[in-house]
């Protein structure tokens, strides 16, 4: 797949969760509309939606969400770490350890191609290896719940469609491919790895270009037709979800702020704030992996009683 047609906005990760010289201005969001944060509940007859006296109030987020035509999943790094998979940022995230000018960049890739396929040969090794967790499949499941249901994800994985979700948009292409920077031909990443040893970089294309993989690297522009797809679906959303994500690598990250000025139903589910938060009407703090089963059950609940 040949991510090169891009949109005008350009400056980004592959999975969402960095921040580094490309990353746009940060927008401060608007301000605290009636939003309900929640921690996990001690009590499981009471669910993940239980704090302080917030009962009523998230019985009426679940009952909007239940009543939902139209959902839009947006995921980050974050969704797949129960998975074994690293996030960006953070004290132990990729970008603490790595500096990404040397890693994902078109720049570093001209400058030593070899040292950008080690690392993305060992990032490939560990998709490959890992498996959908919770989240994933939660989120599959939820396709027969909302049919219109739309997964818009940063990561480069395809663990959402490993774990069954047949709508998924990549804004920032996938590891799975690779195509040549020359001319555009694309291959899967595996046929082209099959048989090259781990210190060579792949066979060249037959017009002489170098494959390199097919992610959105910082300073490239997403792909008009994921990223056109992706707003259309969120501009239209009764339910946006967050998922994952630091919400700092734009226009990424921009997909909030049109769901909130929409008037969408903003949720998001993170281990800790974003740089967004203050979007979200509802924010569900924790692993996705423990959230999401617990929020799909308290969807079921509600329907079953409607």
Request: net charge neutral; charged share 25%; hydrophobic share 45%.
């Amino acid at each position: 797949m040949s991510v090169h047609p891009g949109c005008a906005a350009a400056a980004l990760e592959p999975e969402g969760e960095a921040r580094g010289p490309f990353v746009q201005e940060q927008v401060s969001g608007p301000p605290d509309r009636g939003r309900v944060r929640a921690q996990r509940a001690d009590s499981p007859a009471a669910g993940v939606l239980k704090q302080n006296g917030l009962v009523s109030r998230l019985r009426d987020f679940v009952a909007r969400f239940a009543a939902a035509r139209r959902v839009v999943v947006f995921t980050g790094a974050g969704v797949s770490q129960e998975s074994g998979l690293d996030v960006f940022r953070g004290t132990d995230g990729t970008w603490s350890r790595f500096r990404l000018e040397d890693l994902a960049t078109p720049e570093a890739f001209a400058r030593d191609p070899e040292r950008v396929w080690a690392w993305y040969r060992e990032r490939y090794a560990a998709m490959r290896q890992a498996s959908p967790n919770a989240a994933h499949r939660v989120i599959a499941s939820w396709q027969e719940r909302f049919p219109s249901l739309l997964v818009v994800t940063q990561n480069v994985d395809r663990l959402h469609q490993r774990a069954g979700s047949r709508r998924v948009v990549e804004l920032h292409g996938t590891i799975w491919d690779s195509h040549c920077a020359r001319c555009g031909r694309s291959r899967p990443t595996a046929e082209l790895l099959e048989g090259v040893a781990a210190e060579e970089l792949p066979r060249p294309c037959a017009c002489g270009g170098l494959f390199r993989p097919s992610v959105v690297w910082f300073g490239e522009a997403l792909p008009a037709a994921a990223f056109s797809e992706a707003a259309d679906e969120t501009g239209r959303s009764d339910v946006f979800v967050v998922v994952g994500t630091s919400a700092v690598v734009w226009p990424a990250a921009g997909l909030i702020e049109l769901a909130a000025g929409a008037g969408a139903l903003v949720v998001e589910v993170n281990r800790e704030p974003s740089a967004l938060s203050d979007l979200a009407q509802v924010a569900l703090q924790g692993p996705a992996g423990e959230i999401l089963p617990r929020l799909d059950a308290e969807l079921a609940a509600w329907r079953s009683r409607s």
